[in-house]
C-alpha cells in the first residue's frame, strides 16, 4: 500500500508517493505560474492524474492521498481559503481532487501548519512524541499544534494562526495585514523592520544604504549580521526577542516536550536558538520553559509533504 502527498505553496506543487513507514518512492512538482481559481484546480487534477498513472506504472497502489494548503482547510465541507491564490476564497478542493481519482481513494485536506507537525510526528523531530509544536517561520508565520497526540485545528480550523499574536503593546495600523507577529518576524517581517530602522536612523551609512530601501531582504540582513551590522543586529535582537516571547506563550500555554523550528527562516536563524531559549525563560512558565527541548526541523523542506503523506496514511489507519 501506497500513499499520496500533496503540498501545495503560494508559488509551486510538490507530489510524493509514500511506503507506510514513511519513505519516498517518488517526488514531482510543477509551479503555478501566477495561475489562480479554477486553472490551479485543473492543474491540480493534471498533477494527481499523472501521478496516479506513474504509481500504476511501478506497481504502486495508491489507497489515499493528502493535500496541504497554505491557508485554512474547512474540515466540516472540503473547501478551503488560500489567499495567496486568487479566487480560492471558498474554493472545493477535495470535490475537485475526488473527481479525478477512482472511488476507493480517500482524500484529504488540511493546513501547511498542520501537516509541518505531522511530517516531524511521522519521519521527523517529534517521531514517538505526544505533545509537540511546530513554529514555521517563513513567508508567514503559524504554529501546527500536536497535543495528547492529536492535532489541533480549532472551532474554525484556524488554530495555530500566531502570526497575529500581539507582542507588542501598542496596536499599531501597520500590523493590520498580516498581524504584530508576523509583520516584525517573518521573512519579509525582518526587512520591513530593517526598512524602518534605516528611516529612523539617519546617520547609519552601512552597506544597506546601497539599496533602495524596497528592495532589502532578510537575505542581506542575514548576509550582513556576521559583520555586525547595525541594522541587522538590531533587526534580530528585535526578532529574538518576539521569537522568544512567541516560544515562551507556547510552551506556558500547551507544556509541550519538544518545540520545533522550521521554515525557510530557520534555516539561517538556527544560530539563534541559544539566545531564543535564553530570553524564553525569561517570560515562560519556569518549570515547563525547563524542561521542554528545542530543537530544528530534521525533515526542512519537506516537513510539509512528508506531512501531508501521513495525512493521507492516517485518513486510512485511524
Not at 179 to 192: D, I, N, Q, R, Y
Not at 255 to 264: A, E, R, T, Y
Request: charged share 25%.
Amino acid at each position: 500500500m501506497a500513499v499520496l502527498g500533496l503540498d501545495l505553496g503560494g508559488t509551486k506543487l510538490k507530489g510524493g508517493i509514500f511506503s507506510e513507514n514513511s519513505q519516498i518512492i517518488y517526488k514531482d512538482e510543477c509551479k503555478l505560474e501566477h495561475r489562480g481559481g479554477e486553472d490551479v484546480g485543473s492543474l491540480i487534477q493534471d498533477f494527481v492524474k499523472k501521478i496516479l498513472s506513474h504509481s500504476e506504472s511501478i506497481g504502486e497502489n495508491i489507497k489515499a492521498i493528502g493535500i496541504c494548503v497554505p491557508g485554512i482547510s474547512y474540515q466540516d465541507n472540503g473547501t478551503v481559503w488560500c489567499p495567496n491564490i486568487p479566487g480560492w476564497d471558498n474554493y472545493p478542493l477535495k470535490e475537485r481532487i475526488e473527481a479525478v481519482c477512482p472511488p476507493e481513494v480517500k482524500v484529504t485536506v488540511d493546513s501547511d501548519r498542520v501537516c509541518c507537525i505531522l511530517g516531524e510526528a511521522w519521519a521527523g523531530a517529534a517521531k514517538d512524541v505526544n505533545n509537540a509544536l511546530f513554529l514555521a517561520v517563513g513567508t508567514g508565520i503559524a504554529v501546527g499544534i500536536l497535543a495528547n497526540g492529536r492535532v489541533l485545528r480549532g472551532a474554525h480550523d484556524i488554530s495555530g494562526a500566531i502570526g497575529w499574536w500581539a507582542l507588542d503593546k501598542e496596536y499599531k495600523d501597520k500590523y493590520a495585514p498580516c498581524g504584530c507577529f508576523e509583520h516584525h518576524c517573518s521573512g519579509e517581517g525582518l526587512a520591513k523592520v530593517a526598512r524602518e530602522l534605516l528611516e529612523e536612523n539617519t546617520a547609519y551609512n552601512g552597506k544597506l544604504r546601497e539599496k533602495r530601501p524596497e528592495d532589502v531582504t532578510s537575505y542581506d540582513l542575514f548576509a550582513l549580521y556576521p559583520e555586525g551590522d547595525e541594522i541587522a543586529v538590531k533587526t534580530f535582537d528585535i526578532a529574538i526577542e518576539m521569537w522568544a516571547m512567541a516560544v515562551a506563550n507556547l510552551v506556558s500555554l500547551f507544556d509541550p516536550s519538544k518545540v520545533i523550528f522550521g521554515g525557510g527562516v530557520f534555516g539561517p536563524a538556527l544560530q539563534f536558538l541559544p539566545r531564543i531559549r535564553e530570553a524564553a525563560v525569561r517570560h515562560a512558565q519556569p518549570i515547563a520553559i525547563k524542561k521542554v527541548e528545542m530543537v530544528p526541523s530534521l525533515l526542512g523542506g519537506d516537513a510539509v509533504l512528508i506531512g501531508a503523506g501521513y495525512l493521507a496514511l492516517r485518513s486510512i489507519t485511524e
